[in-house]
């Protein structure tokens, strides 16, 4: 069993950067590909990035790319997503979820992307872009 919590949402200024952090609570961190998803009122779920269990690779939804760095210390149980140049656009509640899966393509293996590989999930952190 995994416990997430989120932390860090606020509100900031359009162009402003924000890190958000998830912290987990289990013994085997490092085991776990983990995933930053958002939900914005009247939106569906959206895939937001991705990092393998060590860090080794990650993914990025096209419209935050460049912008949005996600990272773990799997030494204190953390996962982050470091936010620069936000948009209105970016407002949504944001969840980390946590996977037992990862996809091997062409000798590396990938972090999902799918909400539905995703096995555990926090409970949320609202971070409002104002203009």
């Known amino acids: 069993q995994v416990q997430l919590v989120e932390s860090g949402g606020e509100l900031v200024q359009v162009g402003g950067s924000l890190t958000i952090t998830c912290t987990a609570s289990?013994?085997?961190?490092?085991?776990?590909?983990m995933g930053w998803f958002r939900h914005a009122p009247g939106k569906e779920r959206e895939y937001v990035s991705a990092?393998?269990?060590?860090?080794?690779?990650?993914d990025y939804v096209d419209s935050v790319k460049g912008r949005f760095t996600i990272s773990r210390d799997n030494t204190k149980n953390l996962l982050f997503l470091q936010m620069n140049n936000l948009k209105p656009e970016d407002t949504a509640i944001y969840y980390c979820?946590?996977?037992?899966?990862?996809?091997?393509?062409?000798?590396?293996?990938?972090?999902?992307?799918?909400?539905?590989?995703?096995?555990?999930w926090g409970q949320g952190t609202q971070v409002t872009v104002s203009s």
């Open positions: 289990t013994r085997a961190f490092d085991r776990y590909a």
């Open positions: 979820a946590a996977s037992e899966r990862g996809t091997y393509y062409q000798g590396t293996y990938y972090p999902p992307t799918s909400a539905s590989e995703y096995n555990y």
């Open positions: 990092i393998l269990w060590n860090g080794a690779t990650t």
